[in-house]
């Protein structure tokens, strides 16, 4: 029984492409076949596939019943994190979405999950991605204040969330935790975030993220262990569509 993850595989069966990068990087050509057969072949039904946001370009969820059909026939237990593409999603109404695509679709919000000793937490998470303003040299000398102001308001509300879930864990008694987020820990101007700080207090022993496809970005953040956390980015684009096994 193990634990995979990957994110961002922005599926449009009933919907239109809306990102320049996906019609035309030859990472995502037939990429829903590409991973489709690497979950076959590495994923049995006793494993966990989370699923770390951008499920699909459907605003409405009557435009995901296809993607979402797709994802049902993916090997294993499914559990699936908010992403910012994923406008079907209101995270007031989880509930709604639990109940409706029980038992295949487990979707994450102000809660958590059990993966053996373990409690998997997460939700969207967020961080500032500018306007940066380059120098001649493409050096970082100023940025947007406003939105960065009102990026702040964002974090705080999804760092509330994030609090919600680990304290709800550790009232059910679970001291071990996954922590999963869709956007990266910190933007490329931070070492360490509301996010890695309450990663560290609470002790997880992981912090997985996606958000950060197209080659110039997959280095926007953490990865690696930092302060006894292992840190995974796990973009689809970035794994080539090949679920990162997280623990065996």
Known sequence: MSLYAIGDLHLHFQSEVRSKSQRRDRRWKKHEEKLRKNCASMISEDDTLVLVGDHSWGRKLAECEEDFQYIRELPGRKILIRGNHDHFWDAKKTGRLNERYKPELTFLQNSFEVYREYAIVGTKGFTFE????????????????????????????????????????????????????????????????GFTEMAEEYGAEHLIYAHSHGEMRFHDSIQGERNGIQYHLVSGDYLRWMPEKILD
């Open 130 to 193: 500018g306007p940066f303003y380059l120098d001649n040299r493409g050096r970082i000398f100023d940025w947007d204040r406003s939105a960065e102001a009102h990026s702040r308001e964002l974090v705080e509300r999804e760092l509330q969330r994030l609090r919600d879930s680990f304290e709800q864990a550790k009232a059910g008694g679970y001291r071990k935790y996954i922590l999963f987020l869709h956007y990266p820990p910190t933007n490329i101007l931070e070492r360490e975030s």
